[in-house]
């Protein structure tokens, strides 16, 4: 027979047991990061082999650029392979020519607007034409 003293005393017990169900459900989504969140190491730039090291640094919202010779900054969106870089800003240090330059042209392009296609450790970037501007892999301890 239903007893409504031992339904009282249940009732906490129900309502902690649903709680740490919800804070588990909730606490799914931080176990699976964004394939892009980490440390990006530049691999290539318009096909040729990258001379001088550069990288990206994505977090949840922020994106951190050193394109070897220029560093930059800002918020981004990721929608599908969509990148939009929001409120991009690049130091101006003069890179000298050569590939330097090339390299820290490809990565202010980016800021235009880019397709960026992850593939396991590889983050390929292209200005949406789907030809490869800038290869980037995972670097360690991301």
Same mark, same amino acid.
């Given at each position: 027979?239903?007893? $409504?003293?031992?339904?009282?005393r249940r #009732?906490?017990?129900?309502g #902690?047991v649903? *709680?740490l169900?919800l804070?588990? =459900?909730?606490?799914?989504?931080?176990?699976v990061p964004s $394939?892009q969140? /980490?440390?990006?190491?530049l @691999?290539?730039v318009a096909g040729?082999k990258a =001379?001088?090291p550069?990288?990206i =640094?994505?977090?949840?919202?922020?994106?951190s650029?050193?394109?070897g010779c220029n560093? +930059?900054?800002?918020?981004?969106?990721?929608? *599908?392979?969509?990148?939009?870089l929001? *409120?991009?800003a690049? !130091? #101006?240090v003069?890179c000298? /020519? &050569?590939? #330097?330059?090339a @390299?820290?042209?490809?990565f202010r392009?980016m800021?235009? +607007?880019?397709?960026?296609?992850?593939?396991g450790?590889?983050l !390929?970037?292209?200005?949406?034409? &789907?030809l490869?501007?800038l =290869?980037l892999k995972? +670097?360690? *301890?991301?």
């Open positions: 027979m239903f007893s $409504p003293r031992f339904a009282a #009732l906490p017990l129900v #902690l649903l *709680g169900l804070v588990a =459900v909730a606490g799914c989504s931080a176990l $394939p969140i /980490g440390r990006w190491e @691999q290539t040729a =001379v001088f550069a990288t =640094v994505f977090t949840n919202s922020d994106i650029i050193d394109t560093k +930059g900054a800002a918020t981004y969106t990721l929608d *599908g392979s969509k990148l939009t929001d *409120g991009a690049f !130091t #101006l003069a000298g /020519g &050569g590939a #330097l330059s @390299q820290d042209d490809a392009a800021a235009q +607007g880019a397709s960026a296609t992850f593939s450790e590889t !390929t970037l292209d200005m949406g034409n &789907g490869p501007i =290869v995972r +670097g360690a *301890g991301s």
